[in-house]
């Protein structure tokens, strides 16, 4: 199974895709963690700062941790939270002031993301 992330800085003029694979199905808590760094990591060379974040599943506790130290506005996730890492992830952002939305129309995919590297 693929988790899929995508950040969009606040100019909306770069966009960024990253992904994870489970490999062991007993330990899906830290795979939206490993996709959410790999937006962050690939975006160290843009200002993401006030950017969004678009998931498949909840943002866990880790995802929570990256997405406030890169000072984003907003995570949107497409799955319900389904476990004790993901809620605590939600209330560490909600304490934080960055709103985590659950919104299961997104569509989060490789397909819906321009790709653009910036030098």
Known sequence: ???NA???NPANNLVIYGKST?????????FVYE???ECIALGKRADVAGGIIF???APTLGSAKAII???LSKVV?????ENESEAAGC???EQYGIPAIFNPEIIVSEENAEIEVKE
């Not at 062991?24 to 830290?30: I, L, P, V």
């Not at 996730?77 to 939270?81: G, K």
Request: hydrophobic share 45%.
């Open 1 to 3: 199974m693929v988790h």
């Open 6 to 8: 995508i950040l969009v």
């Open 22 to 30: 489970i490999f062991d199905e007993s330990d899906e808590m830290n």
């Open 35 to 37: 996709a959410t760094n």
């Open 55 to 57: 998931l498949d599943n």
């Open 69 to 71: 130290s890169s000072q």
């Open 77 to 81: 996730y497409r799955l319900p939270v």
């Open 91 to 93: 209330q560490l952002l």
